[in-house]
């Protein structure tokens, strides 16, 4: 492939993602989310630098016969469909939006509401049980936390990563990047078990059967978060409220009508939700993949995102 053809591949790209952009630094900006640098511009396509690319590409797409040949497919928000909205309109938009978003809420807080009910009710939740002696309860309590607190920056990292490619249509990446940070943050909780083992092998803070009851509920809870995670940029939540209240009952039959151990219904549930997760993921990553076509890139990149997380 000639480095004429590879521009106007990635012209073909850019404008499958931006639609008709606005300025050369709006080009700009799309290259370098696809990890192209001006390194790249030379290796790849010839072109001395970022911004004379970007150039091309933007006089490629506004060019009338181009626009003429590839019409956009983005959807236009109905919102901006027309010069003017009167306000009857404007009511009409945001009534409809309360009533589309006010019980989507609502039924995403179900996993919530039934935890907090079959507490009240039986004593008893996915990872709960009132029974417990004070021990146990220390033991699931610092599962918990630990399981919490270990996930938390890869939930974070997870939310913006798969985002930004999501919305960007590329799912091959989405998919990719989804894989590599539920990877690391296992890794990064395996890490943390271990420091902690050997540390309390010197100073002997707690039994060591103690502390693998707590190390089964937060890596348990964990990956519960860490796939939990993913459903949210991808507009799929509805998932998490699925396989949350199949656990959930399955997890409370197995405590009501079997003679298995607290320990074990509380596992079996946790695990059965994020085996159900897990399968609609890959099922859903594969379809998206197979139905989208793969963005090019000439080579591969490695890049570093730093996340701000205050406000100012």
Same mark, same amino acid.
């Given at each position: ?89 404007? $009511?009409?938009?945001?009534?409809? &939006?309360? #009533?589309?978003?006010?019980? =989507?809420? %609502?039924?995403?807080? *179900? ?99 103690? $502390?693998?009851?707590?190390?089964? &509920?937060? #890596?348990?809870?964990?990956? =519960?978060? %860490?796939?939990?995670? *993913? ?82």
């Amino acid at each position: 492939m000639t480095n004429s053809q590879k521009i106007e591949q990635l012209g073909l790209d850019v404008y499958d993602k931006l639609g008709k952009p606005v300025n050369v630094n709006v080009v700009r900006a799309m290259l370098e989310s696809m990890s192209i640098r001006a390194i790249d511009a030379q290796q790849d396509y010839g072109i001395d630098d970022l911004q004379e690319l970007a150039k091309l590409i933007y006089t490629q797409i506004n060019d009338p016969e181009f626009l003429e040949k590839n019409p956009s497919n983005l959807p236009v928000n109905e919102q901006f469909r027309s010069d003017l909205t009167s306000a009857s309109d404007y $009511l009409k938009i945001k009534t409809k &939006y309360f #009533f589309y978003y006010y019980p =989507l809420g %609502l039924f995403h807080g *179900v996993p919530v509401f039934m935890q907090i009910a079959t507490i009240i009710v039986f004593g008893y939740s996915m990872w709960t049980y009132t029974g417990f002696n004070q021990l146990q309860s220390t033991a699931v309590v610092l599962g918990v936390i630990f399981g919490l607190i270990g996930t938390g920056g890869f939930v974070q990292v997870i939310g913006r990563q798969v985002s930004h490619y999501w919305y960007s249509n590329d799912f091959h990446m989405a998919k990719k990047s989804t894989i590599l940070v539920i990877r690391d943050g296992l890794i990064f909780m395996g890490v943390l078990s271990l420091l902690a083992l050997i540390l309390n092998f010197f100073a002997n803070f707690y039994p060591y059967r103690f $502390l693998w009851l707590v190390y089964a &509920y937060a #890596f348990s809870i964990g990956v =519960l978060l %860490l796939l939990s995670a *993913v459903f949210h940029p991808l507009k799929e939540r509805w998932v998490i409220t699925v396989a949350f209240v199949l656990a959930a009952a399955l997890s409370l039959y197995l405590h009501l009508y079997t003679e298995i151990g607290t320990y074990y219904t509380h596992w079996i549930g946790i695990w059965t939700a994020i085996g159900l997760m897990l399968a609609y993921l890959l099922w859903f990553f594969k379809r998206k993949v197979k139905r989208t076509k793969t963005f090019n890139r000439a080579t591969s990149k490695s890049a570093a995102m730093v996340y701000r997380n205050y406000r100012y």
